[in-house]
Nanobody, 120 residues
Framework: QVQLVESGGGLVQPGGSLRLSCAAS????????MNWYRQAPGKERELVAG????????NYADSVKGRFTISRDNAKNTVYLQMNSLKPEDTAVYYCNANLLRFGVFRAYWGQGTQVTVSS
């Protein structure tokens, strides 16, 4: 079955960095675009970054452009989110996402999430 397992979250001071990882299994990772979302308390889940199958194209939320970098290693079935210059407003649970075609319909798959807290 499809599994997405995030890791790398934690507590970091403003201006610091973290790298999140998402290990994928149960589907053809190299054929799937991947995304990172986040959800802060009391807010809706929002798209942070996305990457195409071979990593040739990426997109970012305006709030993280220039600070976050999404990448992938298809040999390791892993997608990463490098987060630099972190701000308190980046505090959220971060989720890995894949939208996979199943029986003719795209279905969203999610990891369990990893908490990122930016605080002094």
């Amino acid at each position: 079955q499809v599994q997405l397992v995030e890791s790398g979250g934690g507590l970091v001071q403003p201006g610091g960095s973290l790298r999140l990882s998402c290990a994928a299994s149960g589907f053809t990772f190299s054929s799937s675009a991947m995304n990172w979302y986040r959800q802060a308390p009391g807010k809706e889940r929002e798209l942070v970054a996305g990457i195409t199958t071979a990593g040739g194209s990426t997109n970012y939320a305006d709030s993280v452009k220039g600070r976050f970098t999404i990448s992938r290693d298809n040999a390791k079935n892993t997608v990463y989110l490098q987060m630099n210059s972190l701000k308190p407003e980046d505090t959220a649970v971060y989720y890995c996402n894949a939208n996979l075609l199943r029986f003719g319909v795209f279905r969203a798959y999610w990891g369990q999430g990893t908490q990122v807290t930016v605080s002094s």
